[in-house]
């Protein structure tokens, strides 16, 4: 019998952390079928030789809930080996909403993801009500799989409309969204996804919905999760406390779910938070629980020019000139009396995420020919070579550029060491990409590709085997996603091959792809030769296949329902 597709003569890394292997892999309908030295003849022969073949990765922490309906690829996800994104991170979902709720949930989106307002205007095709009509809006339209959270801030504002980031919700509110959440579940939410964050806010400047959410709402609504025995809470609670791990160990022993907190990482202004981060969890695992702390593979870069800058929303002086119409900014900018405040506001020695340190903040692109001779240099180099203070220097630049200097930010990469250690933890859940969101200030469609090739290749921190397995079936173990994440007869066939020898991300660059040929950010990669879902070839030989195999994946509340009902 011959098979729709035969992988042949690749190194196989399947995912659970065993060594690799040489090995075939044969697919049909969709499904891998056998492994081993294939004998028999199929549709199409793909020559792996060389290569490795892993499981397809799983983009667990993406904001693709409006682009996945005018790009089915969620680029640039294909073109790092990822096969299944999910959606609805951080309390943000476009459903549930009826049709009065469609312009508070734009606001959300406008500023705690950074997504462009017109572009969310012309790219949504509103046209659901329930969680499940809209995964239903997206069946059969998609090249990669897709899944996704219910996000609170959506269910609240169904529920309480404007007074969700006005007040606490009355018992009878809170069984209301209860009822919301058991709906989504069972229509295929892989969890739910709340957001405390202090720092995030709707484009009008009132808070996220849920921000508003007593302890007694938030628990009642993770109930109905555990209620269900499915899905996962995702949390952000804002700056990293070491306090906030009594709250994950209530969460985790109250509901049995796994929880999910952002973030770990090292940064420069708390050096050794992630240590104690990772002490912290500890004995949460001990216990039987399970709170796995997000994490970036990719220093967190962000490229902003003072038109569109969030760099600085921690500096009250600073967010407060950055939310002036541009001409005022400007103005304000050449004044002396403000610089000072601005001086002295950079100069508070209250925690912020932001290092203060005029080394690490970068000139990337500088707007007039004649000032190519600061690409690259710091801030502190600019002010050296100019022979001024640096935020002068870095405020002048800027203006004399009418504001389209791009600047270059990143407040984390880390030492190696705390890198090694943290990659390596089994209590951290790798990526952290927040796809689809900050389009115009920084790209990690590569978190996978750059964990395979700088830290794997490059810095030796983990095995080859080890990354695979937090990319894929770690991740897919953690969702529910019962039939994905390894390469096992009977699995999905979603499948990344690549070369070890060169893969890896590049910098991100401007494309004007979105509705309206609105600029955003998107990522190539170097290396990664085909990315397939479903048995299908998406992505190969560095472009995309215009197939559209993705399926939507549904949480087992909604599988365990259909079950029942059979
Ligand atoms: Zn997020």
Redesign the pocket.
Known sequence: MGYDLVIKGGRIYDGSGMPSYLSDIAVQNGRIVEIGRIQNGAARTIDAGGLAVAPGFVDH?T?MDAQIFWDPYATSEPQHGVTSIVMG??G?TLAPAKPSDHDALVKSFVRV?AMPRSVLEAGVPWGWESFGEYLDALEGKVGVNVGGLVGHIAVRQYVMGEESVERAATTKEVEQMKRLVREAMESGALGFSTNRNERHMREDLKPVGSRLADDDELFALCQVLSELNSGVIET?LGRNKIEHFKFYDRLARATGRPVLW?SLQHRWVEPNLWREQLDAVAPIFADGYQAYGLSHTVPLVRHFTLKNCQVFDEFPVWKALMFLPVEARREAFKDPATRQKMRADLADPRPVNFHRNWNVLKVEKPAKAENRKYAGKSIAELASMRGQDPLDAFLDLALEEDLDTVFWNANNGGDADAMGEILRSPYVLMG?S?AG?HVQFGADFGYGTTLLGLWVRERQLLTLEHAIHKLTFHVASIFGLQDRGLLRPGYAADIAIFDPKTVNAHEPEWAEDYPGKTKRLIQRSEGMHYTIVNGRPIYEDGRLTGDLPGRILRGSAHRDRHAAAA
């Open positions: 922490h904001h991170n951080c943000l993801e952000i952002q952290t927040d969101a």
